[in-house]
């Protein structure tokens, strides 16, 4: 069973919203940092966003800050990305990501659970 699952992508237009989400197995999610990361075509894994166990230090990329929110449901396990004015450059493969890091971690390889990926496009 995968520890992560990741739903909520799609097409959209410039200017849209979409909304991921991010379900754990269930095995300690409480206790860990969660984070998105996005890897586009041809391009590295980048961060996206994080949030803490206790879920009050979210972090965000400067590209996202202002468009995207992140919020966790420790008592259900799950995890949501809330993004707002959707650019083109947002286009990526979103990957759900766990680990014991700090929300401000941005390296990936620092994370240990992953999720299969959901795509987002976004059209101009």
């Known amino acids: 069973q995968e520890p992560l699952v990741e739903s909520g992508g799609g097409l959209v237009q410039a200017g849209g919203s979409l909304r991921l989400s991010c379900v754990d197995s269930?095995?300690?999610?409480?206790?860990?940092?969660m984070g998105w990361f996005r890897q586009a075509p041809g391009k590295e894994r980048e961060f996206v966003a994080a949030?803490?166990?206790?879920?009050?230090?979210?972090y965000y990329t400067d590209s996202v800050k202002g468009r995207f929110t992140i919020v966790r449901h420790n008592a259900e396990n799950t995890m949501y990305l809330q993004m707002n004015n959707l650019k083109p450059e947002d286009t990526a493969v979103y990957y759900c990501?766990?680990?014991?890091?700090?929300?401000?971690?941005?390296?990936?390889?620092?994370?240990?659970?992953w999720g299969r990926g959901t795509q987002v496009t976004v059209s101009s």
């Open positions: 269930g095995r300690r999610f409480s206790a860990y940092t």
């Open positions: 949030v803490s166990w206790t879920g009050n230090r979210p």
């Open positions: 990501a766990a680990g014991f890091v700090a929300s401000s971690e941005t390296d990936y390889r620092k994370f240990g659970s």
